[in-house]
């Protein structure tokens, strides 16, 4: 029986001959990746050595990598000092792959490893964040574990007890229509298989859609893979990928891709034809209830936000200068702007994108989580509305419990932006 892309990415990293949906098995680790809760990680990393009489040692340094983002500059004495400890042990350990707060090098951690091109396909990457599952974009089996499994990949260098997931099959079909992109994909797909549906599986991503999608759509619809349930979106490394780490990432050695076999098992196949797809928002406070923006537009709205890991990339802050170029946010409305890194925060001012979003009225953020978690900053009032295109819509998300938050795409968001309600982007064309 062939394999899967995971399950052919679990039995190299194993070191076995092939592995099975259930088999449990104990892969080798290439990157481990955290973020502030490094702290977390730390503490459990010292308690494993703790009365061994050995010197805590990390297995690879230069295989941790560690992204300041969640919380920068930090909000708080205790964020400082919890990044402080932080600082010191990635130096004491040699950690390389190391992104402290800089305009030079800094930004969310999910975009931050294809970025430096720290993900390769066929990889193995943990990391101790949900979304990890984004790094499934170049073609790496990519999840994410707790703290102390994170402190055993420290110690050991392996992921321990990992069930061999089964694989969900989504083959995309189509041209997608002009404003309508990767997130109204990913978003109708959790509407259709819910937010349980993919639970303890891998969404393999197939079809011409997939191929010609760029590295950074990939990244979006990967990275929302577990609002499905699922332990991890992938997109089987192909030209694109290549292209993507040769070009923007400066990787310079060989990429071997991992294909799936043709005659490999999947629990299930989804087929979804993208041509006549409309924009899709999520509805508070689940991801999964979904509506066509037919059924929610029209809905008035206080805050606009575009960035995060799953859409602050340059080609969707792109979508929304373009929009915005030469008008005006409307009256009552604030737009916060976060670019997922320094570095396309630099290209977007480059390309003139910053100043067009300024001076539109949108206020442009530093690069990190920004408003998406709702711990940083740009919190909801009681009862206010945002629309966002981050990934998560939970109660309290953004900060205010008593707030609603609708998720959509870059061409949504900043069309709404002019109005001031939830807005179709295809009425201004
Ligand atoms: C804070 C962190 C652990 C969390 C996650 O796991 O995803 C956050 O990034 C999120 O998006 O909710
Ligand atoms: S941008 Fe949002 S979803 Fe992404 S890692 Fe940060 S908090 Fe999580």
Excluded at 275 to 303: F, R, W, Y
Aim: proline share 5%; with cysteine; glycine share 10%.
């Amino acid at each position: 029986m062939g394999m899967t892309v995971v399950e052919k990415i679990l039995a190299r990293a194993a070191g076995l001959p092939s592995v099975q949906v259930g088999d449990v098995v104990e892969p080798k680790v290439d990157l481990a990746m955290s973020h502030e809760n490094a702290a977390l990680v730390i503490n459990q990393f010292q308690e494993v050595f703790a009365g061994t009489g050995l010197a805590p040692k990390v297995w690879d340094p230069s295989r941790i990598a560690i992204i300041f983002d969640h919380r920068v500059p930090a909000e708080s004495p205790k964020t400082a000092t919890n990044q402080k400890k932080i600082r010191e042990f990635v130096a004491a350990n040699g950690i390389s792959k190391f992104h402290d707060i800089r305009g030079d090098r800094g930004g969310i951690c999910h975009q931050i490893l294809p970025e430096y091109g720290y993900v390769r396909p066929g990889f193995v990457v943990v990391g101790t964040d949900s979304h990890t599952t984004s790094h499934g974009a170049l073609g790496a089996f990519s999840f994410g574990i707790g703290a102390t499994e994170m402190a055993s990949a420290w110690s050991l260098g392996i992921a321990v007890n990992i069930e061999v997931p089964a694989t969900i099959k989504v083959v995309v079909t189509g041209e997608f229509p002009p404003f309508v992109g990767p997130k109204d994909l990913i978003l109708h797909l959790i509407g259709r298989l819910t937010a349980q549906g993919a639970n303890y599986k891998v969404l393999e991503f197939h079809g011409e859609t997939i191929r010609r999608m760029s590295t950074s759509g990939r990244i979006a619809i990967c990275n929302m893979s577990v609002e499905a349930g699922a332990t991890s979106g992938i997109v089987p490394g192909d030209e694109e990928t290549v292209r993507y780490l040769r070009e923007e990432a400066g990787v310079t050695e060989a990429i071997p891709c991992v294909t799936a076999d043709a005659d490999a098992a999947y629990v299930q196949t989804v087929e979804i034809d993208v041509s006549t797809l409309a924009p899709q928002i999520a509805c508070p406070h689940m991801v999964d209830n979904v509506k066509p923006i037919e059924q929610v537009q029209g809905t008035k709205v206080q805050q606009i936000v575009i960035g995060s890991c799953t859409n602050g990339r340059l080609d969707d802050l792109a979508i929304a200068a373009d929009t915005l170029r030469g008008k005006k946010v409307a009256e009552g409305t604030r737009m916060l702007v976060f670019p997922a890194s320094t570095r396309i925060f630099a290209q977007a001012l480059d390309k003139g994108y910053v100043l067009d979003l300024m001076k539109a009225g949108a206020v442009v953020m530093n690069s990190g989580c920004g408003p998406c978690l709702g711990v940083h900053e740009g919190a909801l009032g009681d009862h206010e509305v945002a629309l966002s295109t981050t990934n998560r819509n939970f109660k309290g998300r953004m900060g205010n419990p008593t707030g609603d938050v609708y998720l959509c795409s870059p061409a949504v968001a900043a069309a709404s932006a002019l109005t001031g309600v939830i807005t179709d982007p295809r009425k201004g064309a």
